[in-house]
């Protein structure tokens, strides 16, 4: 039986309460994001199954899926002009570090920021696939109440402030990041720099889609999917997700 708890927190306080009750074959699946709550909660409760990476979406990216989606929607001229795939995705990944950076800060210095509100795919300079920097800190300033400033954020994007840990799965997937920051990112890619697409035809939910549907046999058949597999393969198996 599998059904959702509808937050992160909420299905940690379930998974952890059923485990506290005595229940067997619970499997809580969460994102991992940007903080600690999830790794401090594997320590103590092994039945919290976080996805690797932030997310399942940056997940199935850094494995093969990425890489096909970019072949298959993309041009395969443009992408070997540009060095291949592996050189499109890292240019891509390159683009997604000060986003990654600033939400590390965001959650160690609670500020609140609304990165849902900003457009990241506008705050990508679409002829050279680059992120602009100051453009995107100041969107991200103006859409938050308690936002520290233009100046300090754009210092934590490039680094020059550096947060007390950086973000990672301890699994090994890498690079860190949201993968529908990677899916915006993409999009954009595939409007010019490696693909001839319209920005309609590529929208990150469409992408998602594509995505998730592309890695159904490579999530059952990963080390992740099996070690799940593991936690649940019993008589009456129960999984918590959000």
Not at 41 to 51: C, L, N, Q, R, W
Not at 218 to 235: C, F, K
Request: glycine share 8%; with cysteine.
């Amino acid at each position: 039986m599998y059904f959702s708890a509808g937050t992160r927190n909420l299905a940690i306080e379930a998974s952890i309460t059923l485990s506290g009750w005595g229940q067997k074959s619970i499997a809580c699946v969460v994102d991992r994001d940007f903080d600690d709550m999830v790794q401090k909660s594997t320590e103590m409760h092994p039945e919290i199954h976080p996805y690797e990476n932030a997310d399942l979406e940056a997940m199935l990216i850094v494995s093969r899926i990425g890489a096909d989606m970019l072949l298959e929607l993309g041009s395969i001229g443009k992408i070997e002009g540009k060095g291949g795939a592996t050189a499109v995705i890292s240019r891509i990944y390159e683009i997604l570090e000060p986003v990654t950076r600033l939400r590390r800060a965001n959650t160690e210095n609670e500020w609140g920021i609304a990165f849902d509100s900003v457009d990241l795919a506008s705050k990508i300079d679409k002829r050279e696939m680059q992120l602009k920097i100051h453009s995107y800190c100041m969107a991200l300033h103006r859409a938050s109440c308690n936002s520290p400033g233009v100046k300090t954020l754009e210092e934590y994007a490039t680094g020059h402030l550096a947060t007390k840990s950086q973000p990672g799965c301890p699994r090994g997937s890498a690079p860190y990041f949201r993968g529908r920051d990677f899916l915006a990112a993409l999009g954009v890619a595939l409007c010019g720099f490696c693909g001839s697409k319209r920005a309609q035809s590529v929208p990150v939910d469409g992408l998602e889609e594509s995505l998730r549907l592309a890695g159904s046999d490579e999530i059952r058949n990963s080390a992740w999917g099996m070690d799940l597999l593991s936690l649940v393969r019993h008589e009456h198996p129960q999984a918590l997700n959000t």
